[in-house]
């Protein structure tokens, strides 16, 4: 699944603040946090970002295999949603 949020551009391309904006995303992914845009069964994510000057960075996150049935309860103010979703 690509962009289940609708990318950078859909937040206005913010520059500057595009990494942590993905970062976000990812994490929110991963702990269940998503409501109408959750991936199911999110496990792993991919992050790639090019910034000016060419700095490159790419990320991995996992979810860990502890939190594996674990009930998460959604941030209103951060995700979509909030309310509690079971990894």
Not at 26 to 38: F, V
Not at 48 to 73: S, T
């Amino acid at each position: 699944v690509v962009n289940p949020s609708g990318g950078l551009i859909s937040k206005g391309h913010p520059l500057g603040a595009t990494g942590l904006a993905q970062c976000a995303e990812l994490c929110w992914q991963l702990r269940g946090e998503c409501a109408a845009r959750q991936v199911p069964n999110a496990r792993v994510a991919l992050q790639h970002n090019l910034g000016l000057g060419g700095a490159v960075v790419v990320a991995v996150y996992r979810r860990p295999a502890e939190w594996k049935g674990r009930e998460v309860k959604g941030a209103p103010s951060m995700a979509m949603g909030g309310g509690a979703a079971k990894l």
